[in-house]
């Protein structure tokens, strides 16, 4: 039995996808105010809870053999980045799972002061390596599914608006291809016990990004570059109201002020323990707007 956190996110769906046609026994733990209707249909089993609350995680764990952390923080990094997960890692111990694969980020391991989610990140992923549990670490780059929504504004209206550095490069990974990487890792030897570095095939700057929206939809872009300097005045305002909003904010704030890519030695390290072929951000975009 898999136990999978996050079962209604871009990457919680789609290992649950890839387990069931497996025909994988799956647990869903969500939210009763999520959708989760066609993980139902799939034939997962739906855990409905709270992962802010201890006794939910723990009913959860029982009789599961492999757990995927694939929950995101909904703001809350203490509670859900952090807490929840060293509850799953404490509760998988109890349990004996066989695997814990734990879906951190791209930069983990940098020690960004000011961004809740990579510190939460890190310290859960060192709290895991010293746990004693069997574990695979995957540490994506930006994911390809959360520019779906940007490519079809630009289909509307050939507007991209680029935040920070243009030259900033990034490694966008097919969120398909990492959701398959995270079922993989319980089965394969050589993840066990290993980090990776997950990204696309391309190392990409961000001016790149609306240049592969305007082949796609054979149209120039209308690039809004927004300085830095920008958010950051948005948000010391916030911070004025609401100091919590302000320190959330810093996650961002890290993301679009620094580099996350992939090295080429990280990414055929990747595709050598997986036997996989990462797929490009154009080939994912073209394939999800059907182009």
Request: proline share 3%.
């Amino acid at each position: 039995m898999f136990l999978v956190t996050g079962a209604t996110g871009s990457i919680g769906r789609r290992v649950v996808r890839i387990l069931r046609e497996q025909s994988m026994p799956v647990r869903t733990f969500v939210r009763l105010t999520s959708r989760y209707g066609d993980l139902e249909t799939r034939g997962a089993e739906i855990f409905i809870g709270d992962l802010r609350q201890d006794k939910d995680i723990q009913k959860a764990c029982r009789g599961v053999q492999y757990i995927i952390s694939a929950h995101g923080s909904d703001g809350d990094a203490q509670a859900l980045d952090y807490r929840a997960n060293i509850e799953l890692i404490d509760q998988a111990k109890e349990n004996g799972v066989q695997h814990f694969v734990f879906i951190s980020v791209l930069g983990a391991a940098r020690g960004y002061e000011d961004a809740p989610t990579f510190k939460a990140k890190q310290a859960v992923e060192k709290y895991l390596q010293a746990s004693g549990l069997n574990y695979t670490i995957l540490r994506p780059s930006g994911l390809a599914s959360n520019l779906l929504p940007l490519a079809e504004q630009f289909r509307q209206t050939g507007l991209y608006l680029l935040n920070g550095d243009p030259k900033n490069r990034t490694s966008i990974v097919s969120t398909d291809d990492l959701a398959q990487i995270a079922v993989d890792s319980v089965s394969l030897e050589g993840a066990r016990n290993q980090i990776f570095a997950v990204g696309g095939p391309d190392i990409l700057k961000r001016e790149d990004i609306p240049r592969i929206f305007g082949r796609i939809f054979n149209r120039e872009p209308i690039v809004i570059n927004a300085p830095l300097f920008v958010f950051d005045g948005i948000r010391n305002t916030v911070g004025l109201l609401n100091p919590q909003a302000k320190n959330s904010l810093g996650t961002l704030r890290t993301l679009l002020g620094n580099e996350f890519f992939c090295t080429a030695e990280e990414i055929a390290r990747l595709q050598m323990t997986y036997n996989i072929k990462m797929e490009s951000l154009e080939s994912f975009l073209r394939r999800y707007l059907g182009l």
